[in-house]
Structures are given as structure tokens and as C-alpha cells.
């Protein structure tokens, strides 16, 4: 009888277990759908394990009890809680968000623009602003985290972009995909122009990046430098193509970019998604954008050898057997290396073709490195030096203005006049 008792005590402790933790599973597959979540930061994912271990997590849902309380219900109930980051004493506005409440500046918030420019510009708000449990506004349909963000760029503890004292650009990305949803659907003007400055720099539309390191700025908010080289440039290219892509023409001008970064991925990473962690789901792109990407992807890794380095065939077929140009002058001897113009060319070309340097690479903005340019500066007359830089710097303009159409984009001037076409409707 006691090992019957024994038996049936362990089957129901097995049983309890076993719905928890599929309770706990089906609660983080559903964050995991949205991109806008899918971050390195470990300061984010602290506060979305907060948000969903919260109490109180789901009280602004319908189908919670505390979902259907009114604010004065919810403070009897001790459900709303003083943010202890953005809380201003000299603040003229108390605003409730989810289960937080901050007292804020009325004239801060109306320079967001939108719905907080309706509500608090030109005096047209009346309210009194009280810490006695009667806020003066609650904000529907967004987070506690999405309008710390908010704050943050009003009261400028943050930014989403600047350029650092050494002339390198700085992006604050999960600000930037966080913010995105939240300037959509409160129509925050000034914040989407600070987010396009921004992504401009990861994003560029506005002619060919003068170096390769011009289009990848600092990334903000990552956890190490493993991360941020690391992982995150596998995952950031499916955040953005599946973020951009979900608010129209709104976000249009970087879109070719957003693909040529998806291009640098492997065909597995297209297609399966890149883990995130340890504990996390693949981030996978939308599953309309695969083919497009794999397209475009082949696309641009040809265009390396057909586009950006057609002159090395040009030069391989037309001259020599010395001369590596019409101007060539002959040899420029180095440290006893006897070599003239074109047999240093062909010789580099042969180490290139067997090293696979001209075959399949995704980076085709990028041309010439540094290394490769001192080579041909240190061994070839200055005419055929001369030359080749013109020959990379035209290659790397004509790959540019066909990067959209790699994508089913269009060329250049579509894509612009698109994304001039919805910062006008911003306007009306």
C-alpha cells in the first residue's frame, strides 16, 4: 500500500512537471516570432525575462483579470508601480504604460511627435499631473520597454546614432528595432528621422560606401567583442529585411542594402536561420523573402568576378607579354624583384584564381583591400598602379547602381523615389 502511494505521489509531481514546462515553452516560441526581439543584448534579454516572468505580464490583455480593470482598479489592486529610472519631480505629466508609471515633461513628449504632439503641444492638455494614484494619461498598445527607449532618446541618456571622437560611426540597433514598431504606429516624426539617420550608416542609400568600413559602424548594446563580430552580423541582416519589410515603402531606401548583408550569409543560414543563443530559436527570415535571398545572393557573387573585378580579365587578355596598360612604363624594380607590370599582374592574377579569391564572394561592395593595393603600389609602374585604381573604384560604382536590381529592386531611382513617396505621406 505505501509503495502504490509512493508510486501514484511521484506520477503526479512527474505530471506537474511536465505542464510547466511546456506552459513555459509556448510562452517563449511566441516571443521569439516577433524580430523585433531578437537582439545580442544581455541588458535586453534581462528585461524581456522580466516582462514575461512579471506577475503582471499579462494584465493588458482582455482575457486577464487585470486586463479588465480600469487604472483606478489597478492602483486599489497595487498593480502599478513608480519607474524608478523616468521619474521626473519636476515632471508635468504622469503617464501609465503596461504596469509602470513615469512622470515625464509635457513638452518632451510633444516633441516626439504623433499622438504625444496631439495630446500635449500648444497647451492643448489640461490634466494635472498627481502622484496620489490618478495619472494623468495612459498610454494603450505599447510596452514598458518600448517607451523607456522612447524616453531615453527624449531625455538624450541614449542615442540611436552618432559618430565617435575618432571619426567611427556608432549605431544603437536593438533601440532600432525596437523603436520601429512604435514610431509606426504612433507616427513619432522626429524619432523616425533620428532612426533613419541611423541607419544609414549600417544601411547606405545614398551612393557607394567611399571604404567597406563605412557601412559597418560600432555596434551599441553588444555584450563582447566575440558577439559583435561574431554572431550578430549573421543575425542582424534577417532582423532587418523581416523588420523594414513589414511597414510598406517606409523603410524602401535601405532595403537593397538590408538584402546585400542577408547576401553575405550561407544559403543554410538563409534558409534555416541563425541561433541566437544558447536557449533561443533560430531567427529566420519570413519565409516570402527566402527565394528572393537566394537569388540575389548568387546574383552578387557573380557580379564579383563579372562586375567588380572584370578588369583583371580585361587587362589578362589585352596586353603583355610585359606591359600591363597602354602607358605602361616597364619595370619597376624592388629589393632585386626584376618583375615588370604585367608578369607581377599575371602572377598575382594565377594566386588569386587558385586561392578561389575571384570565385564566390559575397562582399562585392568592397573591392580592393588595403593589402592588395600596397601590392600593386610597391610592384607596378605608377601609369598601370593608376590604372587599377580606376579600373576598382569603376567596378565598385557599377556593382553599386545594380545592387537593387540583384534584389528584384528596381534600380536606384525607384527605390528612392519609393521611399520619397512614403516620407511624404509622413508629411500629409
Known amino acids: ?49 522580466y516582462r514575461w516572468n512579471h506577475p503582471y505580464a499579462g494584465y493588458n490583455s482582455p482575457n486577464t483579470a487585470a486586463g479588465r480593470m480600469t487604472l483606478e ?30 512622470r515625464v515633461h509635457m513638452d518632451k513628449m510633444a516633441s516626439a511627435g504623433g499622438i504625444y504632439a496631439d495630446m500635449f503641444g500648444e497647451g492643448r492638455f489640461k490634466g494635472e499631473c498627481t502622484s496620489a494614484r490618478t495619472p494623468a494619461a495612459f498610454v494603450p498598445d505599447t ?61 547606405p542609400s545614398k551612393g557607394v560606401p567611399a571604404t567597406p568600413a563605412s557601412f559597418k559602424p560600432i555596434i551599441g548594446g553588444m555584450e563582447n567583442e566575440r558577439h559583435r563580430w561574431g554572431s550578430f552580423f549573421r543575425v542582424f541582416p534577417i532582423q532587418a529585411v523581416n523588420s523594414f519589410s513589414q511597414y510598406g515603402n517606409s523603410y524602401a531606401a535601405f532595403m537593397p542594402m ?30 516570402d523573402f527566402i527565394p528572393i535571398c537566394i537569388k540575389g545572393r548568387e546574383a552578387v557573387r557573380r557580379s564579383c568576378s563579372t562586375v567588380l573585378f572584370r578588369w583583371i580579365f580585361d587587362i589578362i587578355s589585352t ?9 605602361c612604363t616597364g619595370a619597376k624594380a624592388k629589393k632585386g624583384d626584376k618583375l615588370k607590370c604585367f608578369p607581377f599582374f599575371k602572377k598575382l592574377y594565377t594566386h588569386y584564381r587558385e586561392s578561389k579569391f575571384l570565385d564566390g564572394r559575397g562582399n ?22 593608376q590604372l587599377v585604381l580606376k579600373a576598382n573604384e569603376d567596378g565598385l560604382k557599377e556593382n553599386w547602381e545594380r545592387l537593387p536590381g540583384y534584389f528584384g529592386l528596381g534600380t536606384w531611382e525607384e527605390v528612392l523615389e519609393a521611399q520619397a513617396g512614403a516620407d511624404r505621406a509622413w508629411d500629409s
Open 258 to 287: 538590408a538584402y546585400y548583408h542577408v547576401a553575405q550569409l550561407s544559403v543554410e543560414d538563409i534558409i534555416n536561420g541563425v541561433e541566437d543563443g544558447e536557449d533561443d530559436q533560430p531567427v529566420k527570415l519570413l519565409e
Open 319 to 327: 596586353y603583355g607579354p610585359e606591359k600591363a596598360s597602354e602607358c
Open 73 to 102: 482598479q489597478r492602483y486599489k489592486a497595487d498593480l502599478i508601480t513608480k519607474d524608478t529610472q523616468f521619474w521626473k519631480e519636476d515632471g508635468d505629466v504622469c503617464l501609465v504604460v503596461e504596469a509602470v508609471e513615469f
Open 143 to 203: 510596452t514598458a520597454m518600448e517607451f523607456r527607449f522612447l524616453l531615453a532618446i527624449l531625455y538624450e541618456t541614449s542615442v540611436i546614432s552618432t559618430v565617435l571622437p575618432n571619426g567611427k560611426t556608432w549605431l544603437y540597433w536593438e533601440a532600432v528595432l525596437i523603436l520601429i514598431p512604435l514610431v509606426e504606429r504612433q507616427r513619432l516624426r522626429s524619432i523616425r528621422e533620428k532612426i533613419l539617420v541611423g541607419l544609414e550608416m549600417l544601411f
Open 364 to 385: 562585392a561592395l568592397e573591392g580592393l583591400n588595403e593589402d592588395a593595393v600596397g601590392l600593386f603600389k610597391y610592384y607596378m609602374c605608377d601609369p598601370c598602379y
Open 1 to 49: 500500500m505505501a509503495l502504490l502511494e509512493h508510486h501514484h505521489h511521484c506520477s503526479k509531481h512527474f505530471h506537474f512537471k511536465k505542464i510547466k514546462v511546456r506552459i513555459v515553452k509556448a510562452i517563449s516560441d511566441s516571443l521569439k516570432e516577433n524580430p523585433r526581439y531578437l537582439t545580442r543584448s544581455v541588458q535586453h534579454k534581462r528585461r524581456l525575462k
